[in-house]
């Protein structure tokens, strides 16, 4: 096959960045049939990629057990995160790997359609993707009859997003593939069974899909065999900030922030954030965690800050972000955040009092709570984190709120 | 019978209306939830809110509202569902399986009031300057929950212009809650599509095309927009001020028509139960107001009937009689103001098919001006006409520029019933205890076909009962001349008539199949449109359309809430009173003979008719320069 011959084969990890040959999966998964599929991906305890680590086999059967004529695989690779950025990495360097984890997933749940939502600012990748599916349409492994298969066809288009960060929520995502404001939706109903144009639809990260021909190939127990019992398989961290080797790499869950800043030699680190703008910012005291959904969990993004960095700085940049980029469509979120820079401007001022911020901290704890999707449950989690990890910081030597002696 | 399909209403919330089984004990068809203490079975998709509702158990709504899709967007309503990790809104959650809530936890009551704290600290508004205050809410939340801080601060300065532009509704989104019951109203309910969530983030909020001036896009003045707002964002473009001065002037003679709707919802204003006419209550109110004189609008809507059913008689000569080929059928009703406007909007190439006869408002207003100040002999232009009405559509049509025909501006003003409920408070009146009294002369009491103009089919049925005597020489061949098939909220109804035995004059219609088409709300409108560009209408003859849902009774002026439980009420009451009327056909009003023996003397559709009743339209298309 030609396309063996643009592949440039870099880097090395344990399972993505790991030897795979193109249509391998394709062609394990249609001879393993649907049941052995999902056997498959249960067994090796593959968990969403994307952020909130829901099991990828659980959601493939509950579409796949939905009843409609028509269903949608949809590839979340709006990839908006502060701080994320292997998405990118896979889709540039192992498009293979992506588009038959749509394949497969369309054949598994029943889909004909695949779509990719790309982020808005990759559109200078769109021409090698496209190119790539052309070339998948050649080898048969995408269109009708996928190699020699009477009762399987597939298609993947490519749409792309606009810059919006909420619409990498699922949700939001496919309200905008509908043409509507990146709006996310009421739940339940999940998209599973009321996606994409009111069919079932299973929205996956970039990675997870990617994962799943490896999975198919080697077996669940291979998989398993890496990271952790809660987190099973590797991992593809995007890390930034103070180091000296920044970039994307392949890990296994379970290796602690420690180690990874080993990894990428960084230096008098006062902090790590983990899990981008919406995750929480952890001290030197914590490094000992490990990164996995039982512990630290991230979609990928780890950023480093050195103790240079001002950590009131690092808030106020975080929540700049969200209350931007909120789509404003519900309360706690659209205010809350807002609320939540004021304070942190009344920090900076000297100019507040603890049972203020204390009242803030709570709205935290209703924004996590009320708000209707994951950008407001998750945006208070790096205020509460930084004001809690960094108290001494930021109100020690700052000095006190005006009323509190 | 025709379906609607609402494409709009994102499938999310549309798949929220499970149709739910009639027999509970259908197995499959309930399940069975604990809330709070209490076991209950609902049928299966029932949300957390209809539940609770059953159940008489509270929960706190904000961006709910029973005529709309479901927004979930307030979070004012959420409630603890066992094993989620976060609250769920009622509003928008579907029972599908057994679950365990929670109505009233710590964690529920603290969210609530951080939600209803935030919304208040973006509020710039003070309730005693407000014209929701007691019929607000979010002051209703904030009364509900105990706020007697602002814990989260408050806005000093607005951070938006008032849009005053338009003359039917009134935009300050420095009130707005984000609710997007507007947005709703305007794009899913009424399928016009004026208002829209614009901006992102702590910048959203809800604005036209391009942020433009209502008064420069395609909004249509429905005022449904207004009746569903929960704040004061949304208001009428009020004129009581004006009235007054005109009241408080000895000089001028200050009249006043009160169209149907007003009487059979204005009682909800003075906390009565809908459902109540109080039109005899009213006039008294109206003079002790001080108006100089209280007409019935329902005289210029048999006068309507007289007119556009002779132009419909016309119209069927030259198709059937003359065979020309460019007269158009079906004939559209022309007095709603917002369908009128709609149809400029959005479908201008079938002006033609609308009526050209004004509206019972404006014809009024031209004939207070002309025969009216003839027969008392007062100067026009000391004659100030006051229209209540339902409608907030109304207010655009009296300043329309084609609205001049007796010399002046035919109808000055037009106040919605909303305010003139507060004119009537303000002057110290409690209307339920107001003694009755009648309607004013020269036009007199109107027939009962006149006052179910209030509803939606109503102009239909009026006009039935006056076309086919006219044409047959009988009565309708329906029982105590109730029209059913024209009454009802279906969106839309057709139903059909057949002419026999005709009168001379009229031998052309023998043997046809009299055909209408009744719809109410533009949203359906729209449908009927669809039908006459696929010519599903070819054979249909006469076309009643309401902009509003419900037709006047749900107008855009009335007081609220509404829903339709309301709407129905309103319908009862106007056709209660219409039962116990002496005349209830618009062509025995002896008034309206009256008139066209001494006034307008080359009948209906004459000349001075065609100057004062009738009128012209305008292209205006949906493109917005
Ligand atoms: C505000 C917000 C932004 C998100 N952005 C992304 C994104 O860019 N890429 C992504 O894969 N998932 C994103 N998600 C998570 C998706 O909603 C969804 O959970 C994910 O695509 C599911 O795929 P997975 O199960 O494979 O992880 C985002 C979630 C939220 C709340
Ligand atoms: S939490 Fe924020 S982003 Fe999510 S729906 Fe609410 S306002 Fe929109
Ligand atoms: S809109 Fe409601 S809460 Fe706001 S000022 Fe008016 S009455 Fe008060
Ligand atoms: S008045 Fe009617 S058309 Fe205008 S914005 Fe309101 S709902 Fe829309
Ligand atoms: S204007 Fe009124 S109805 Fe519209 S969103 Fe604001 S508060 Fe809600
Ligand atoms: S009433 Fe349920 S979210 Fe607004």
């Known amino acids: ?405 | 019978m025709v379906k609607r399909e609402n494409e709009r209403i994102p499938v999310s919330q549309q798949a929220h209306v499970v149709d739910k089984p009639k027999d509970l004990t259908n197995i499959g068809g309930t399940v069975s939830v604990q809330i709070n203490e209490k076991k209950i079975t609902v049928p299966l998709g029932t949300t957390i809110l209809e539940a609770c509702q059953l159940n008489q158990i509270h929960i706190p709504t904000l961006c709910h509202h029973p005529d709309l899709c479901i927004a979930g967007v307030c979070r004012v309503c959420v409630v603890e569902v066992e094993k989620m990790r976060t609250l769920q809104t009622a509003c928008s959650f579907p029972i599908m399986s057994p679950i365990k809530i929670k109505t009233s936890t710590e964690m529920v009551r603290k969210a609530r009031r951080h939600i209803i704290d935030l919304l208040l600290s973006e509020h710039y508004g003070e309730c005693y300057s407000c014209f929701r205050n007691g019929n607000c809410e979010l002051q209703n939340l904030a009364k509900e929950y105990g706020v007697d801080n602002y814990t989260f601060g408050h806005v000093q300065s607005p951070r938006y212009e008032v849009d005053n532009s338009s003359a039917a509704v009134v935009r300050d989104m420095n009130k707005c809650v984000l609710c997007k019951r507007c947005v709703r109203t305007c794009i899913d309910f009424q399928e016009v599509g004026v208002l829209e969530a614009i901006d992102r983030g702590h910048d959203t909020h809800v604005g036209t095309f391009l942020d433009k001036p209502l008064a420069d896009v395609v909004c249509i003045n429905c005022g449904q927009c207004i009746n569903r707002c929960p704040t004061a964002a949304l208001r009428a473009n009020d004129p009581s001020d004006e009235i007054w001065t005109a009241i408080d002037d000895p000089k001028k003679h200050v009249v006043i028509q009160t169209a149907p709707s007003p009487r059979a919802a204005i009682g909800e204003e003075f906390g009565q139960e809908p459902g109540k006419s109080f039109t005899g209550e009213l006039n008294t109110a109206l003079r002790r107001i001080g108006f100089d004189r209280v007409f019935d609008t329902n005289f210029t809507a048999d006068l309507t009937i007289m007119e556009e059913g002779t132009e419909l008689l016309t119209r069927l000569k030259k198709a059937l009689v003359d065979k020309d080929q460019s007269v158009k059928l079906p004939q559209f009703t022309s007095c709603s103001p917002g369908w009128v406007k709609y149809i400029e909007h959005f479908y201008p190439e079938y002006l033609d098919y609308l009526s050209t006869a004004k509206s019972p408002q404006q014809m009024f207003g031209a004939l207070i001006k002309t025969f009216y100040a003839k027969e008392e002999n007062i100067d026009p232009a000391d004659i100030v006409t006051v229209a209540l009405m339902p409608c907030a559509a109304k207010k655009f049509e009296c300043n329309r520029p084609e609205m001049y025909d007796s010399g002046f501006k035919d109808v000055d003003y037009g106040l919605t019933t909303r305010e003139m409920a507060k004119m009537i408070r303000e002057a110290g009146i409690y209307l339920p205890e107001m003694p009755k009294s009648q309607f004013d002369d020269p036009f007199g009491d109107a027939s009962g076909a006149g006052l179910i103009f209030g509803a939606t089919g109503g102009v239909m049925e009026a006009a039935l009962r006056t076309a086919y005597e006219l044409i047959t020489g009988r009565e309708v061949p329906f029982e105590n001349l109730i029209i059913e098939p024209c009454r009802g909220f279906e969106g839309v109804k057709q139903a059909s008539v057949k002419l026999e035995n005709c009168v001379e004059q009229y031998k052309f219609l023998e043997g046809v199949e009299l055909k209408f088409v009744v719809a109410h709300g533009t949203a359906n409108a729209k449908i009927v449109m669809e039908m006459l560009k696929n010519g599903e209408l070819n054979d249909v003859h006469f076309v009643e359309v309401m902009a509003c849902p419900g037709g006047c009774l749900g107008g855009g002026g009335q007081p609220i809430p509404t829903s339709a439980e309301i709407r129905k009420k309103r319908a009862e009451a106007i056709y209660e009173e219409e039962a116990t009327l002496p005349i209830r056909k618009s062509h025995e009003n002896t008034h309206v003979t009256y008139l066209y023996e001494k006034f307008l003397t080359d009948g209906p559709c004459g000349k001075l008719s065609h100057k004062l009743l009738h009128t012209h339209y305008v292209k205006r298309g949906k493109y917005i320069s």
């Open chain 1, 1 to 405: 096959m030609e396309l063996e011959k643009i592949k440039k084969k870099m880097r090395s990890g344990p399972v993505l960045f790991s030897e795979y040959k193109l249509g391998e999966g394709v062609k394990k998964a249609l001879q393993l049939g649907r049941e052995n599929i999902l056997f498959e991906l249960k067994d090796s305890g593959l968990k969403g990629r994307g952020g909130a680590g829901f099991p990828t086999a659980t959601k493939w059967m509950l579409s796949g057990a939905s009843l409609s004529d028509k269903k949608f695989i949809v590839c979340n690779a709006d990839e908006g995160e502060p701080g994320t950025f292997k998405d990118r990495v896979l889709l540039l360097e192992y498009p293979e790997l992506v588009f038959e984890g749509m394949i497969i997933g369309g054949y598994t749940i029943g889909a004909k359609e695949g779509i990719l939502y790309l982020r808005g600012e990759y559109e200078y990748i769109l021409k090698s993707l496209e190119d790539f599916l052309e070339m998948l349409r050649k080898d048969k492994l995408l269109g009708n009859n996928i190699l020699g298969n009477e009762n399987f066809s597939f298609n993947i288009t490519i749409r792309l997003g606009s810059g919006a960060y909420v619409c990498g929520e699922e949700t939001a995502l496919i309200e905008s593939l509908e043409g509507y404001r990146g709006e996310p939706r009421n739940r339940p109903p999940y998209p599973v069974n009321t996606g994409y144009l009111g069919h079932p639809t299973v929205v996956n990260n970039v990675e997870t899909l990617a994962s799943v021909p490896h999975i198919i190939l080697k077996g669940g127990e291979w998989f398993k065999k890496h990271g952790t019992d809660k987190s099973t398989g590797s991992k593809l961290f995007s890390v930034s900030g103070d180091c000296d080797k920044p970039g994307v790499y392949e890990l296994p869950w379970g290796t602690s922030i420690a180690e990874l800043l080993k990894v990428v030699e960084a230096k008098n680190t006062k902090a790590v954030q983990v899990g981008g703008a919406s995750g929480i910012c952890l001290p030197k005291s914590q490094f000992n965690r490990v990164l996995g959904y039982e512990d630290a969990a991230t979609g990928g993004s780890i950023i480093v800050f050195n103790e240079s960095r001002n950590m009131l700085k690092v808030l106020k940049n975080f929540m700049e972000f969200f209350v931007e980029e909120s789509c404003g469509q519900c309360t706690p979120c659209r205010i809350g955040n807002i609320k939540l820079l004021e304070a942190i401007e009344k920090i900076e001022n000297n100019d507040f009092t603890f049972s203020y911020i204390n009242n803030l901290k709570e709205l935290g704890r209703t924004m996590q709570l009320a708000s209707k999707c994951g950008l407001g449950q998750s945006s208070p989690n790096s205020f509460i984190s930084i004001l809690e990890n960094f108290k001494d910081e930021i109100f020690g030597l700052n000095g006190k709120g005006k009323n509190n002696g």
